[in-house]
């Protein structure tokens, strides 16, 4: 594969709707499916290159820059070498990053909504050095350890050239600058920008359960779900899982952090590296770091 372009999150920065834009992109050969896992997982690995291409990518579209959206790859420390491994020191980063102490509230509130967290926010940091010793708790529960992007882009820089890397600010440039943003992002893929995109998407809105009772049905075993397992092949399960979840939630407006304890997070856990990364990207990140002005 030639002209590979990965976002690598962070989770909770907009990967979602950035998704759901450029995949309207006639110039792009955008996976099928965001967040594909195959440099998490280690069985679709093993698959090989191969099987990733053939299975992530429109056939027929290999003149195109293919792009995977996948936030896991960020953080997960054995990513960088699986991606050297595979592709080269060729392949092009895109990286969103979002204030870090907001990003593991808004974590934290999709594992509350998904009933694999029963701690208060306060309590879960406290206890996040200890929970995150096994995979679950990793993928679930490392809600400031995925916040450290300086250490994480380290890690990238140790098998590519920071030249390969354009790096955005959540809050600054998709939030409120999504056009601009993505005019940039076809400029560092070499496409045209296309005016037709679409910018009116929505992407991981907070939610809230409809029916405890379908809730519990979804997401523990049972005989119905042993029978579906039967009757329905994994692939289509996997396509409709979320559209089952989706359908027994409805948007309610998302909680915030208040402002002094997000400015606690900052101090006492995310000051440093967000110091070491302003020198490594070259941005201010004020917005982070103080209050915003009254």
């Given at each position: 594969?030639?002209?590979?372009?990965?976002?690598?999150?962070?989770?909770?920065?907009?990967?979602?709707?950035?998704?759901?834009?450029?995949?309207?992109?006639?110039?792009?050969?955008?996976?099928?499916?965001?967040?594909?896992?195959?440099?998490?997982?280690?069985?679709?690995?093993?698959?090989?290159?191969?099987?990733?291409?053939?299975?992530?990518?429109?056939?027929?579209?290999?003149?195109?820059?293919?792009?995977?959206?996948?936030?896991?790859?960020?953080?997960?420390?054995?990513?960088?070498?699986?991606?050297?491994?595979?592709?080269?020191?060729?392949?092009?980063?895109?990286?969103?990053?979002?204030?870090?102490?907001?990003?593991?509230?808004?974590?934290?509130?999709?594992?509350?909504?998904?009933?694999?967290?029963?701690?208060?926010?306060?309590?879960?940091?406290?206890t996040e050095a200890e929970r995150i010793t096994t995979r679950e708790g990793n993928l679930r529960h490392s809600?400031?350890?995925?916040?450290?992007?300086?250490?994480?882009?380290?890690?990238?820089?140790?098998?590519?050239?920071?030249?390969?890397?354009?790096?955005?600010?959540?809050?600054?440039?998709?939030?409120?600058?999504?056009?601009?943003?993505?005019?940039?992002?076809?400029?560092?893929?070499?496409?045209?920008?296309?005016?037709?995109?679409?910018?009116?998407?929505?992407?991981?809105?907070?939610?809230?359960?409809?029916?405890?009772?379908?809730?519990?049905?979804?997401?523990?075993?049972?005989?119905?779900?042993?029978?579906?397992?039967?009757?329905?092949?994994?692939?289509?399960?996997?396509?409709?899982?979320?559209?089952?979840?989706?359908?027994?939630?409805?948007?309610?407006?998302?909680?915030?952090?208040?402002?002094?304890?997000?400015?606690?997070?900052?101090?006492?856990?995310?000051?440093?590296?967000?110091?070491?990364?302003?020198?490594?990207?070259?941005?201010?990140?004020?917005?982070?770091?103080?209050?915003?002005?009254?």
């Amino acid at each position: 594969m030639k002209n590979v372009f990965l976002v690598l999150g962070a989770q909770k920065a907009g990967t979602t709707t950035l998704y759901k834009i450029l995949e309207q992109h006639p110039e792009i050969n955008c996976a099928t499916k965001k967040e594909t896992k195959f440099f998490i997982d280690e069985e679709l690995y093993q698959r090989g290159l191969d099987y990733y291409q053939t299975s992530f990518f429109t056939p027929g579209k290999e003149e195109l820059p293919y792009l995977d959206i996948d936030p896991g790859l960020l953080y997960f420390d054995f990513a960088p070498q699986r991606i050297y491994d595979a592709l080269g020191e060729n392949v092009k980063f895109i990286v969103v990053l979002r204030d870090p102490a907001l990003r593991a509230y808004s974590h934290f509130t999709m594992e509350r909504f998904r009933q694999k967290e029963n701690l208060s926010f306060e309590d879960a940091v406290a206890t996040e050095a200890e929970r995150i010793t096994t995979r679950e708790g990793n993928l679930r529960h490392s809600y400031t350890s995925r916040g450290f992007y300086y250490r994480q882009i380290q890690r990238y820089l140790a098998f590519f050239p920071l030249e390969n890397f354009r790096f955005f600010v959540f809050e600054e440039d998709l939030a409120n600058n999504t056009a601009t943003l993505v005019e940039s992002l076809c400029s560092f893929m070499g496409i045209n920008f296309d005016p037709q995109l679409s910018f009116e998407v929505k992407s991981n809105q907070s939610r809230a359960v409809r029916s405890e009772l379908a809730d519990q049905v979804l997401r523990n075993p049972n005989l119905l779900k042993s029978l579906i397992k039967q009757l329905i092949p994994l692939r289509l399960r996997r396509k409709l899982r979320p559209k089952m979840y989706q359908l027994n939630s409805v948007a309610k407006a998302a909680k915030t952090l208040p402002e002094e304890q997000r400015l606690s997070l900052i101090k006492n856990h995310f000051l440093e590296d967000i110091k070491q990364l302003e020198q490594l990207i070259g941005r201010d990140l004020s917005i982070w770091k103080n209050s915003p002005p009254q």
